[in-house]
């Protein structure tokens, strides 16, 4: 069933922003789906012990709960980027390179230590997974009595953008957009493949499910899967001045709902064909599918 907590767009302080959208509810695995998704959240936030973002609570716990009185068929948890890579922060250092030229590119500066910070995520991510699995067996579910996917994310940028992308929503260099798309995703995908392999849980690899559709990749909006910088004024209706700031940007550069209907679709895939890691891959007719296995190698777009 669909979570009956509200979207959280502000209401009473709560900037989770969860979306219908959502592809927890796209998988067609089951009925409906139950979103316990919070916006910003980290690993701390899904495990026990914690506050939980937005006073929320542990979604750990909360998935205790629901799966004692509900049939749970999958979980699905994305969680790591809040941690030590902190891809909201390094977006920002990117996009102040952009702006300001006596700044030293992104690649250069947050390059160098990216391995340190996957590295000081995996215990987190690592001590996550295994809480989630221990709500489920408190629940009473076996480990194979429903599928666990740890999924990875996609990268929202690309060095191949237009012209104009510094105006049209991506102030961003193409070369430390190329190096997010060929360096830090695949790189931080690869180190939730690990925690995913050390906690035996399955791993769905996101890091190019956007490839080709991303923010500034083509002239409009349309037909791209990764949101632009992106000023939602309706924070405002919802969250009053308390959406002053970042709250009024929290859509930029994440996946759109067609993505995430597409994205729900290659997990769904993914689930029903039983494979333990896979990837989500753009297809020529435009779609998504689920792949097992690796995904191919990288390579840098013309520009």
Same mark, same amino acid.
């Given at each position: ?41 980290d ?14 609570g ?21 969680v ?20 300001? %030229?006596?700044?030293?590119?992104? $690649?250069?500066?947050v390059? &160098? #230590?990216? +391995?340190?910070? /996957?590295?000081?995520? =995996? ?18 579910y ?32 193409? %070369?430390?957009?190329?190096?997010? $798309?060929?360096?830090?995703? &695949? #790189?931080? +995908?690869?180190? /939730?493949?690990?925690? =995913? ?10 890091s ?35 959406a ?12 759109n ?9 290659c ?12 990837a ?24």
């Amino acid at each position: 069933m669909r979570t009956p907590t509200s979207p959280a767009r502000g209401e009473n302080g709560n900037w989770c922003h969860r979306s219908s959208n959502a592809f927890v509810h796209r998988t067609g695995l089951a009925d409906a789906g139950i979103n316990l998704a919070c916006s910003g959240a980290d690993s701390a936030d899904v495990g026990f012990g914690a506050p939980g973002r937005n006073g929320e609570g542990s979604q750990a716990a909360r998935l205790r709960e629901i799966a004692r009185t509900h049939r749970v068929v999958a979980v699905t948890l994305q969680v790591g980027a809040n941690d030590e890579p902190a891809l909201t922060r390094t977006a920002v250092a990117c996009i102040r390179t952009f702006v300001d %030229p006596t700044v030293a590119p992104c $690649r250069d500066t947050v390059g &160098p #230590q990216w +391995a340190g910070r /996957l590295a000081a995520m =995996a215990p987190h991510v690592e001590a996550a997974v295994r809480d989630v699995q221990q709500a489920m067996r408190d629940a009473g579910y076996a480990d194979d009595g429903y599928a666990f996917v740890l999924a990875s994310y996609a990268s929202p940028v690309t060095e191949a953008m237009g012209p104009l992308h510094g105006v049209e929503g991506c102030p961003l260099s193409r %070369p430390d957009a190329g190096w997010g $798309r060929t360096v830090a995703f &695949p #790189q931080l +995908a690869e180190a /939730l493949r690990g925690v =995913a392999e050390r906690t035996g849980v399955r791993f769905l690899d996101l890091s190019r499910a956007t490839e080709g559709h991303e923010a500034c990749s083509r002239g409009t909006a349309a037909g791209e899967w990764q949101r632009r910088i992106t000023v939602d004024p309706q924070a405002l209706v919802h969250g009053r001045l308390d959406a002053l700031g970042q709250h009024l940007f929290q859509e930029s550069f994440h996946p759109n709902a067609e993505a995430h209907a597409l994205l729900g679709g290659c997990l769904g895939e993914f689930v029903k064909a039983g494979a333990r890691q896979g990837a989500c891959e753009v297809t020529p007719q435009g779609g998504l599918r689920a792949n097992s296995g690796l995904p191919p190698p990288i390579t840098s777009a013309a520009v």
